[in-house]
Nanobody, 119 residues
Framework: QVQLVESGGGMVQAGGVLRLSCAAS????????MGWYRQAPGKQRELVAR???????TYVDSVKDRFTISRDGAKNTIYLQMSVLKPEDTAVYYC?????????????WGRGTQVTVSK
């Protein structure tokens, strides 16, 4: 069974930094895209950043030049380095992975990690 386990969330003051990690484990044959969504209270879930198998990255405009997504293919792990954090970055951050496992090509999600940025 495939699992995505996130870590690194927490509380930080505006202007601070946090680093999120997400590791995929289980019966994985190959991993395609991985990335992060976030959902703030009362708002829709939005894509924050994604990284393809070959390292191409995409960011939502609001985090460009502040967040960096990276990937360790050997470990099926991604990272989200977040800097110059703003109160509007406060949300639950969910990791996702599009991967090929024993049952085929599927999307998997982590349980989420809370990021809180205070003024």
């Amino acid at each position: 069974q495939v699992q995505l386990v996130e870590s690194g969330g927490g509380m930080v003051q505006a202007g601070g930094v946090l680093r999120l990690s997400c590791a995929a484990s289980g019966s994985i044959f190959s991993v395609n895209d991985m990335g992060w969504y976030r959902q703030a209270p009362g708002k829709q879930r939005e894509l924050v950043a994604r990284i393809t198998r070959d390292g191409r990255t995409t960011y939502v405009d609001s985090v460009k030049d502040r967040f960096t997504i990276s990937r360790d293919g050997a470990k099926n792990t991604i990272y989200l380095q977040m800097s110059v954090l703003k109160p509007e970055d406060t949300a639950v951050y969910y990791c996702f992975a599009k991967l090929f496992d024993r049952v085929g090509f599927n999307d998997y999600w982590g349980r989420g990690t809370q990021v809180t940025v205070s003024k």
